[in-house]
């Protein structure tokens, strides 16, 4: 049985089979996922488990060089808007909300979360460790 770090089985394999540049999306429990990739879904009831929750835990985890998000979230959700700033030192970039959608569909897995804030979504994507 594993120790430590993410003990969630279809989370660790995903984050073990990542290569640079592949995508992985934390969403929210309103975001569509497209067919394709991965579907993980943790979610238990409204806002449990929290799109920081699991976000703090895949950055810990996992190598990430940029994270992608919806514009709309500065203005619709600044809470976890500030969250990501405050989190990750690297780039954030910004698209509509429409182009992220489609963004989902080139990803690895998306993982549910139960958050029930708007735009409380994003996408890692895997850097290297060297």
């Known amino acids: 049985m594993k120790k ?29 996922i497209p067919e394709g990739p991965i579907k993980i879904d943790l979610s238990l009831s409204i ?20 994270i992608t998000i919806a514009s709309e979230i500065k203005n619709a959700n600044e809470r976890d808007h500030s969250f990501l700033k405050n989190t990750f030192t ?13 963004m989902t569909k080139q990803a690895k897995a998306v993982i549910r979360t139960g958050e029930a804030t708007p735009y409380a979504n994003c996408i890692l994507q895997a850097g290297v460790i060297f």
């Open 4 to 32: 430590h770090g993410i003990l969630n089985s279809h989370i660790a394999k995903v984050l073990a089979d990542l290569g640079h540049t592949d995508t992985i999306v934390i969403a929210d429990c309103g975001l569509p």
């Open 47 to 66: 806002g449990t488990p929290s799109f920081q929750e699991v976000t703090s835990l895949l950055l810990q985890e996992m190598a990430v060089e940029k």
């Open 90 to 102: 690297g780039p954030l970039v910004d698209v509509d909300h429409e182009t992220f959608k489609d």
